[in-house]
């Protein structure tokens, strides 16, 4: 009897020396976090091939076809996954091969009537199977034309590839999702990611979170002016990022009076920086205190008065942590097209202010120098506002 499973396969992970089994391990463990919701599953890994098979009879995400698309969606969302395919899993001879082989193209043809031509490719991992890959080619093409005369090979551009894999069971299918490549989240510690409600700092998160960080974020909320609104906005963002980066803690800071504070006290030219470096301190802390070694930030070269080299190194000096900053060499459209990837995009451009516009002055220095930071700062008991701000944060489990 034929059963669906799906089969993933493993990319970097595999250029793992002797760490490769800690990576696996996690890469195996993030998968079965990620597909909690999809039934009793059994999840395990030979060579660079990962199996994921349901457990009880009759899961719905096996058999039809749009549920299986959603399985495998959030397989390949997985980190350390290169690609992943449905396929059909049988045991027996070359006479079952060749049934399972036209069974499936039969189902394929249902779903896609409009292929003409493919093309069969096999594996033999197997060795004692008694026909060797070319041959099973040969045969299962046969077979393939004579039950499907509308079908005709085509090896240049087929318009689909059936592959025959002959292992200790033996599988056939046809395609495969691409998946999110990077390493398995977990593998490289914790990083606390500044999550405003715009387009840049999700995909910076994503894009630590591909390199294998657990992501905890923190969201500065200026209520009322910022919105009840903008934080629903922010927490939906925190909740896009963490179908990638798996569990994460969303701190959101209650950034009200400090704004205030720095907007009477602080020259306008200079308020965006010092706001800036308050905000890295309060998540700074707030890290310290969640196990993160890092800080992160969409911030790319440029892109505003306050990403100026000058303004960066400026806001840098505050705090003593790495804070990464992923995009700083990206334009703004490869940010665009990585945030549609990752569905954030329509969220992240919903018109509600984020803390940032509300309070931005009309001519910000863009090249500040440190006296104009030590006057802007003169008057300002940073410390103690520091210390406000870090215990008048909310926490959400997302
Ligand atoms: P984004 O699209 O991510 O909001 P941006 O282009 O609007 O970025 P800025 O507003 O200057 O740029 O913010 C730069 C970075 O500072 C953001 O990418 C984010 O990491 C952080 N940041 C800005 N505002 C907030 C906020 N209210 N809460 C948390 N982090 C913030
Ligand atoms: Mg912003």
Redo the contacts with the bound molecule.
């Keep these: 009897m034929a059963t669906n499973v799906i089969l993933a396969r493993m990319g970097e992970v595999t250029l793992k020396g002797l760490n490769r089994g800690k990576f696996e391990i996690q890469l195996k463990s993030n998968l079965k976090y990620r597909l909690r919701d999809y039934g009793k599953l059994s999840i395990f890994q030979s060579q660079s091939r990962i199996w994921v098979e349901a457990k009880e009879e009759g899961n719905p995400y096996f058999e039809n076809d749009e549920s299986a698309k959603e399985l495998l969606n959030a397989v390949t969302q997985v980190f350390g996954i290169v690609s992943a395919s449905l396929a059909r899993k049988f045991d027996g001879d070359m006479d079952s091969v060749l049934q399972n082989a036209s069974e499936y193209v039969a189902g394929l043809l249902a779903e896609h009537p409009e292929y003409k031509t493919f093309k069969v490719e096999s594996k033999r991992g197997d060795k004692k199977f008694p026909l060797r890959s070319p041959e099973i080619c040969m045969e299962v093409g046969a077979r393939i034309l004579e039950d499907f005369p509308s079908l005709s090979v085509n090896v240049k551009q087929p318009d689909f590839i059936l592959q025959i894999e002959i292992r200790e069971h033996n599988y056939v299918y046809a395609g495969k999702v691409m998946g999110h490549r990077g390493l398995p989240v977990g593998t490289s510690g914790k990083g606390m ?9 999700p995909v ?1 998160g994503y894009m630590m979170a591909s390199r294998g960080m657990n992501i905890d974020a ?4 200026s209520f009322p002016y910022t919105s009840e609104q903008a934080k629903e906005k922010v927490i939906e963002l925190a909740r896009i990022v963490s179908r990638f980066s798996g569990r994460m803690k969303l701190h959101i800071v209650n950034f009200t009076q400090i704004q205030l504070d720095l907007y009477k006290n602080s020259p306008q030219d200079m308020l965006t920086i010092t706001m ?1 470096r308050v ?1 890295l301190q309060i998540a700074e802390q707030l890290a310290l205190k969640n196990d993160c070694k890092c800080l992160i ?3 790319s070269l440029g ?2 008065a ?2 100026t080299l000058e303004a960066i190194g400026i806001t840098n000096e505050v705090v003593d942590m790495p804070i990464l900053r992923p995009l700083i060499g990206m334009d703004k459209e490869s940010t665009c097209d990585l945030s549609r990837k990752i569905g954030a995009f329509e969220t992240s451009i919903l018109p509600y202010e ?3 516009t509300v309070f931005v002055a009309k001519h910000p220095k863009t090249h500040p120098k440190h006296e104009d930071i030590e006057k802007a700062e003169a008057n300002i008991d940073i410390e103690k506002m520091v210390a406000d701000g870090v215990n008048n944060t909310e926490v959400i489990v997302i």
């Design positions: 990611l500044l999550l405003s409600g715009g387009i840049d700092s910076a923190v969201y500065f909320h800036r905000m930030t969409g911030e892109q505003v306050s990403q984020d803390c940032c």
